[in-house]
């Protein structure tokens, strides 16, 4: 029986997770040190399909600074990190900017849109 040790980032809490991973068993794995279900969530989505929010930034013209803060809407699968930055650094929006204006719809058809995290005022 493998073991694996995580730290479920659920809730500011924190709690170190020990995960038994038994194939032989219909329901696979057995989550302890959670302090509540969710972490058992957590560990059961981590091991078979991790996702992570992406906040980063984006060019921005005629803003009143050179970068706008955007993040995904939803999270992501965490193998889709690094195409999606790949096409959020091609893209530059332009000021003035509301906070939760879609900056990029859909990205790579994840069914997850770019959103702006801040307002952004022109020069
Ligand atoms: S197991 Fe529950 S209490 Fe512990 S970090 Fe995760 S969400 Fe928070």
Request: net charge neutral; with cysteine; charged share 25%.
């Amino acid at each position: 029986m493998a073991q694996k040790e995580l730290i479920c980032i659920v809730c500011p809490l924190g709690c170190h997770l020990t995960v038994e991973i038994d194939e032989s068993k219909e329901q696979g794995i057995k989550v302890f040190g959670n302090k509540c279900p969710r972490g058992e969530t957590y560990a059961n989505k981590e091991l078979t399909a991790p996702t992570r929010m992406l906040p980063t930034t984006v060019k921005i013209k005629n803003g009143i600074l050179n970068r706008l803060p955007v993040k995904t809407e939803a999270p992501i699968p965490k193998e889709m990190i690094f195409p999606c930055m790949a096409v959020i650094n091609e893209v530059e929006v332009e000021a003035p900017v509301k906070i939760g204006d879609v900056v990029i719809e859909n990205i790579l058809g994840t069914g997850v849109n770019i959103v702006a995290t801040r307002t952004m005022t022109a020069k």
